[in-house]
């Protein structure tokens, strides 16, 4: 498995040096208007694609959030999977959050299913069956789980860095969405939600769910 690096996800890397050379062009020849925009960019580019390193939380029964965002919605939904339904907690990414997915809990990667689609504003009902998703089933010590990267308005690139098989651990890097996106996460019938609609958490760190828990 491709590991993010500390301080910038890889994936940036073209990015922020296109825009920096890009930069330095202009600047030579004189052309500071668009230096400046370049700049900007450069900015830009190494902002959204950092990568900070973060504390996961230990101890049994906990499920860590997947994604940087805001929950928008927490409510049964079929499992795209199985089609059973299960309580799903959905974060919204903007582009200013950090867009590194995180494992939610210590498993292994039973199957990933890739879907094609629209790019309709990821905070959007029919996004979860319309939009570009790629899908992981997760076998925990505890359950099974269900995380389900959803590309939005403007994302154009999910990129997944697991295969079937492997064995991850809580908080442990396991893919990102360029440019705005959500991030779904279906939990077992024994895991209760311990955050609401409208908190703001963070990847690897904020707790999402506990096993046998009251919400908070």
């Given at each position: 498995m491709r590991q993010g690096r500390i301080g910038i996800a890889p994936e940036g890397y073209p990015f922020i040096i296109l825009c920096a050379f890009s930069t330095?062009?202009?600047?030579v020849i004189g052309c500071w208007p668009v230096?400046?925009?370049?700049l900007a960019g450069t900015w830009f580019a190494?902002?959204?694609?950092?990568?900070?390193?973060r504390v996961v939380p230990s101890g049994p029964g906990l499920a860590v959030s997947p994604a940087d965002g805001k929950v928008i919605k927490i409510q049964?939904?079929?499992?795209?999977?199985?089609?059973?339904?299960?309580?799903?907690?959905s974060i919204f990414m903007n582009v200013c959050n950090v867009h590194v997915n995180r494992m939610p809990v210590t498993g292994k990667i039973a199957a990933i299913a890739y879907h094609p689609g629209k790019f309709f504003n990821a905070s959007w009902d029919k996004?979860?069956?319309?939009?570009?998703r790629c899908a992981y089933a997760v076998e925990g010590k505890d359950g099974s789980f269900t995380m389900v990267q959803v590309a939005g308005l403007v994302a154009r690139r999910i990129v997944c860095r697991v295969g079937e098989g492997e064995k991850l651990d809580r908080g442990e890097r396991c893919g990102m969405i360029r440019f705005g996106s959500r991030v779904?996460?279906?939990?077992?019938?024994?895991?209760?939600?311990?955050?609401g609609i409208g908190r703001t958490v963070f990847a690897g760190q904020t707790v999402l769910a506990e096993r046998n828990a009251r919400e908070k």
């Open positions: 330095l062009i202009f600047a230096a400046v925009v370049l190494g902002h959204f694609f950092r990568d900070p390193e049964p939904e079929p499992d795209p999977f199985t089609g059973k339904p299960r309580t799903c907690v996004a979860s069956r319309d939009n570009e779904d996460l279906y939990l077992p019938d024994d895991y209760v939600p311990t955050v």
